[in-house]
């Protein structure tokens, strides 16, 4: 069992692990409350960064949440912590999303510590990957990590790759004609232009990649809406390598799995030496999303497309300070 006090310091490391996660749009949409007298670091979606348009029911906003919620844990094993969560603790609070103690039995978790390294090391490249095929031992250990996590990751074959391809370039055309998702994308991408938000959150041009060269490109184009100065053109790989995460279910308790999911396989990915991208495009219409999953498949729902490979690891994105997202009571 864990001695050590939930002290300030102590806490507020823990949070700077977890705020590196990943988000839809980099939205960072969590907030921490660590009760002292109880030894509970509690965990709240904030539903005021979520996107109405693209995210109406929060999945996404779930997903982020669960994928710091792991961070946490991570950044906890590492300190010597023992991270025991119970999700949804509150039937009162829906948007008290989990609560984490810190003294659990000795071998909870034990082997996350080994993934702290990547937590800053991660991040999302919206570059090109070589075509370069990633071995079957490296995906066997992601399929593991999603297992892990209570998620099943799979690796469609061409087929399937090629129809959830079509499912990403269709979107791309839903996305061009509605006017309320562009305008929710603009209000989470930076150019350096004024009137934009805080340098603390959202993606800046930095992290846009490439343009497309000559065909449409595997990940979302946050500048084609919203020109970049300067910006490149580059040909992305001709086969992308993806992989599907998902659940049997479609409740809130399954999104923050797959939110832990999610990260616990990116940032495997990283140790791996892969280069990685998250693409939710074709999930974010419920026409489309039916369509990712093989129908020979027991995952149920697809809750993240990933994008895997050999490549830049892509620019870090801006996180908003600990004291912006923890509270201590």
Not at 142 to 170: F, K, N, S, Y
Not at 243 to 267: I, M, N
Not at 295 to 302: E, K
Request: glycine share 8%.
């Amino acid at each position: 069992m864990s001695t050590t006090p939930l002290t300030r310091p102590v806490v507020t490391s823990l949070i700077e692990d977890a705020v590196t996660a990943p988000s839809m749009h980099n939205a960072q949409p969590w907030k921490f409350v660590c009760r002292t007298d109880s030894g509970v670091i509690e965990l709240h979606g904030d539903p005021l960064r979520g996107m109405p348009r693209e995210d109406p029911d929060h999945r996404a906003l779930h997903i982020g949440c669960g994928a710091a919620l792991f961070a946490l844990r991570v950044g906890a094993v590492r300190g010597g912590l023992h991270p025991v969560v119970r999700l949804l603790p509150s039937a009162e609070d829906p948007w008290h999303l989990a609560d984490v103690r810190l003294d659990g039995p000795d071998d909870a978790d034990s082997d996350l510590g080994a993934l702290h390294e990547a937590l800053a090391r991660r991040h999302t490249s919206r570059f090109p990957f070589t075509e370069e095929r990633v071995p079957a031992e490296v995906i066997e250990g992601l399929r593991a990590a999603a297992l892990r996590e209570g998620c099943r990751l799979v690796v469609p074959g061409p087929w399937h790759t090629d129809t959830v391809m079509d499912l990403v370039h269709v979107s791309e055309l839903f996305e061009a004609a509605d006017s309320a998702v562009r305008a929710e994308i603009a209000a989470w991408t930076r150019t350096d232009t004024e009137g934009e938000g805080p340098a603390t959150e959202g993606i800046p041009a930095s992290a846009f990649g490439p343009r497309q060269y000559d065909v449409t490109s595997p990940v979302r184009d946050f500048g084609s809406h919203r020109p970049v100065p300067g910006r490149d053109s580059a040909r992305f790989e001709k086969r992308p390598q993806i992989a599907l995460l998902g659940t049997a279910e479609d409740t809130p308790e399954d999104w923050l799995k797959a939110g832990q999911a999610v990260h616990r396989v990116l940032l495997q990915a990283t140790l791996d030496g892969l280069a990685t991208s998250l693409m939710s495009q074709p999930l974010e219409w419920p026409e489309l999303r039916a369509e990712a999953r093989d129908p020979g498949s027991t995952t149920g729902f697809v809750h993240m497309v990933i994008r895997l490979g050999y490549g830049p690891q892509g620019e870090a994105t801006p996180r908003r300070p600990v004291s912006d997202v923890l509270t201590f009571d």
